[in-house]
């Protein structure tokens, strides 16, 4: 028996790339695919594992470093997907193209990953043989794939992400509004709305789909977002600067600015009005260098009328999926650019829109991100406003380019 595992791993170094694998993890490779000659290794954690192809398909097997075999995913036919799992998708993801499908074997128990697309976008679906869905993200199928056979808990990176869906209702902003930055809902229901250029609160008419007033607070400049507090509305500027418009809906509004002295680097974006606390919180889409890996969301206090030297809420950015294909980063900060902030009316949770790498997060009070949403980029180009109403249904606005007009778009089953 000696001689034969030697001669046997002197043939896999062989034939073998990968030099680190154990040899009890060799050995039973070769034991349960033993006509198998090209084989490629990738390490994860504590687990080895096998890629190659037999009959021309993907076959992929996980080891524990005593070579127990875990877990073996195959690439199979759609036809040979259960019925029950055909009859799920048809019926959910009807509009969406099949790509890939693989069998997954753990434990004696089958699990299927199938990988859709739509418009550019791909996401991973894991059904049990019952047609249960167990698990969907946008994250690579090496990775689902990996991680659900596993057997190990996934870490905060490899949390699932939802697809945020199709929007309600659809509006078509007028020119004026075609770089929309921010979005507020009033007690009236129309839409008061800030632009990156002009120093301007307008008032949007969602039943007329027109803009019905337009309330001047400053000359040009790079605003960003916009939240609303009892009869006064607070719009921030790019570099942190708040300007209060108090009375804003009288034919007089008092307006007043307050200096912010952020980092160059930091570039505010969101702000959301958090009544509980008397206070505007304002989420930056760059970052403090002497945060590190941590994203902060700062306050303005109202009681005060000052900001908060410290952050309030800080983001740990190891919590945060990588980015959908094809998102190339200039650094590890940008996984996260918050492009806009708002609470959740009835449950308080905080929202966190990024429209550079097209998320929709849930975040609690200390910062954990409890939920991620993927936006579709054929209906939101650039989604750089967020608001609720007090039913509790989600608008997202959107740039419209060069070319393209802004929207809002509604959501109201998207967060149940």
Known sequence: MVLVAGTTLSSCDQIWSARNVPDAVKVKFVESYPTIKQVDWERMDSLYEAEFKISGRERKALFRKDGTLISYTEEIEEQYLPKTVVAQLQQEFDRYKIEEVHRVQEDNVTSFVVELEKSGRDIWLRYNEAGELLEQSTIPSSRILSQSASLLPMTNKEATTEDLGMADTRWELPAELREVSGISMLSDGTMACVQDEEGKIFIYDLEQEAIIREIPFAGPGDYEGIAIAGENAYIVRSDGTLFEVAGFKGQKPDVKVYEASFPATINIEGLAYDQEQNQLLLAPKGHDPKLKMQKGIYAFSLDSKRFVSEPVISISLDQ??????????????????????????????????????????AMAKDGKLTRTLELDESQLRQAEGLTFDQDGAMYIASEGGKKGKGVILKYTKSLN
């Open 320 to 361: 945060v999926a990588p980015p959908k294909k094809g998102k190339k980063q200039k650094s590890d900060y940008d996984v996260l650019q918050p492009s806009s902030l708002e609470k959740h009316p009835a449950n308080n949770t905080l929202y966190l829109l990024d429209a550079v790498n097209n998320r929709l997060y």
